[in-house]
């Protein structure tokens, strides 16, 4: 287990250094998104057993193939899952969903609810800045180190999608994310 929480620990770090380097590598292709999900979900399987935590995936019927890096997708939900993770009660549920709403039918919708102690207002546009903390969350309500929050939006964003987190004092938080389901390409943006 520690093992593998050094690996994360690096793995931020290295993406820490391609963000700061300007070297994210977006390598677009059509993906399955709950065979992106299920992979993400089983990853996070030990933390979330530990916890005893269990995990509730919703996935909208007849979901469109998802034009986007799969690597970088992955890693996005996985931050979100670990944030999930850390910040719930032990015995809860952390609810994973992807859909198609209809007001944005160009874009594919996801979110990672849980049922931690919420985050306040005012600290709730800071939730993705990049910050380090010790042993104590810098933010009430989240759960990570600090730097995975960061990665995710700067991936999405990347990406051509939006991330945001909603979130209800003693309820929990839902973190939720956009990606354009076929993303114009630079070629057909310079026309």
């Known amino acids: ?70 690597d970088n997708l992955h890693q996005i939900i996985s931050h979100l899952l670990s944030n999930a993770a850390l910040c719930s009660p032990n015995g809860s549920e952390v609810i994973v969903r992807a859909q198609v709403q209809p007001e944005m039918s160009d874009y594919l919708l996801f979110s990672v609810a849980d049922h931690g102690g919420g985050i306040a207002t005012d600290d709730r546009q800071r939730a993705f800045h990049r910050m380090y903390r010790a042993d104590n969350p810098l933010i009430q309500g989240l759960g990570e180190t600090g730097i995975g929050l960061s990665i995710a939006k700067t991936l999405v964003e990347a990406q051509g999608g939006r991330i945001w987190v909603e979130s209800v004092m003693g309820d929990g938080s839902t973190f939720t994310f956009v990606l354009p389901i076929n993303p114009r390409t630079e070629q057909a943006e310079s026309v």
């Open 1 to 70: 287990a520690n093992i593998e929480r050094m690996d994360a620990m690096l793995q931020d770090l290295i993406g820490i250094a391609a963000i700061e380097t300007g070297q994210i590598k977006i390598e677009p292709e059509s993906i399955d998104v709950s065979e992106v999900i299920e992979e993400s979900v089983m990853n996070a399987a030990a933390v979330f057993r530990d916890r005893e935590l269990s995990i509730r995936i919703e996935l909208a019927d007849g979901l469109p193939k998802l034009k986007a890096d799969r």
